[in-house]
C-alpha cells in the first residue's frame, strides 16, 4: 500500500527515496498530478505507487532525493 502524505509544504520539507541502488541502479521515479482531486500528487517508482502527497500537486522528480541503502544504513530493513 501506498504512503499517504496529508501536509507535505515544499518551502519546508523534503521527500527522500532510500532505494537499493546495487539492485537497480537508476529507478524510474515518476510523479503525477491527480486528475481529480487538485494538490494531490503520486511518487511512482518503476511504475508502482509508493506515495500519494498532499501538497505535492507542483512536486517533480526532480524535487525527490535517492539515497542509497548503503548511505543510509539506520534506514536499511535488512540492516547491512
Request: glycine content about 8%; proline content about 9%.
Amino acid at each position: 500500500e501506498a504512503a499517504e502524505v496529508t501536509d507535505f509544504d515544499p518551502a519546508e520539507d523534503r521527500i527522500m527515496v532510500v532505494w537499493d541502488t546495487a539492485s537497480d541502479p537508476d529507478p524510474e521515479i515518476e510523479v503525477t498530478a491527480d486528475p481529480d482531486t487538485p494538490g494531490l500528487g503520486h511518487i511512482l517508482v518503476n511504475g508502482t505507487e509508493l506515495a500519494s502527497v498532499q501538497g505535492g500537486g507542483s512536486l517533480s522528480a526532480e524535487d525527490i532525493l535517492l539515497v542509497d541503502y548503503a548511505d543510509a544504513p539506520d534506514l536499511n530493513p535488512a540492516g547491512t
